[in-house]
DNA sequence: TTAATTGTATTATATTAATAATACGATTAA
DNA sequence: TTAATCGTATTATTAATATAATACAATTAA
């Protein structure tokens, strides 16, 4: 697996860090269906974290469907793209909710976002 | 002002409902340029929330520009359009950017977006 | 001038979340 | 069978945040 960092002064619990890692990894295909994860020993050693901490990742990442854990055998990754497309979507839908939300708030209407979106896809 | 009332079972602490309730006010028109606000005791009270509480959301609100406070006397919205619309935009931006970096991360591409984003609007 | 009303500051309490310490129990491989 | 290696469960500690209790200070209006 591609190395990485704890970010310890950033605000986001390192338990996420360790999840967007791992997620980024399986999603752009550096890590692949049956690919075994490092333990949850070893994770913690080299990130410098408490076993538990690294536990929590994996088992939330267990939870979303991305990976696999078997007691006294490890982790393994669990990526079928065709049954993982409807899990994506659905993370894509609360997290495009949430930011709908806060533009309204902000006083923009739908056609707004669009052109904004418009544009920002064009400066990139 | 449009009466609203504080969802306390709500993950959304009560400080940021009355900033978000303020902020729709002002957005949509309903609260203008120099109308004034309950003072922080009378909309405490009338909300069932400590005077700390209500005080720290007009805290916020004028830290971002859409009220003034001055002791002694009360609470005035400040809202002008045309200085305000940069700040709604960086605002929305900066919104944007962190949807936009989470659906990346999740192996989405623009166009997936912009087509889950057309579905969305016309499901509403 | 004075009493009422206003926002502000300080401190305490409660709750939640993240992390850690430790022990447990299943699996593997010698 | 047994020792090492796994993930898991339980409990404690720490830190951050929201809210509350109380006191303070500026302004207003009678």
């Known amino acids: 697996m591609t190395r990485f ?3 310890t002064k950033s605000a986001v619990p390192a338990y996420q860090q360790v999840m967007q890692a791992i997620k980024l990894e399986i999603m752009s295909g550096r890590l692949k269906n049956g690919d075994q994860l490092p333990s949850i020993r070893d994770l913690a050693k080299l990130l410098k ?5 690294v536990a ?3 088992y939330n990442l267990e939870a979303e469907g991305f990976i696999e854990s078997r007691i006294g055998s490890g982790n393994w990754v669990k990526f079928q793209p065709a ?3 409807t899990l994506r979507r659905a993370m894509l839908e609360t997290e495009l909710k949430n930011f709908l939300e806060k533009a309204v708030s902000l006083g ?3 056609e707004d976002i669009k052109q904004l979106l418009e544009r920002f896809i064009n400066d990139e």
Chains 1, 2 share one sequence.
């Open 108 to 110: 923009f209407n739908i």
């Open 56 to 58: 929590k990742a994996y």
């Open 5 to 7: 960092d704890i970010d």
């Open 49 to 53: 974290l408490n076993p538990n901490t």
């Open 83 to 85: 049954k993982q497309d």
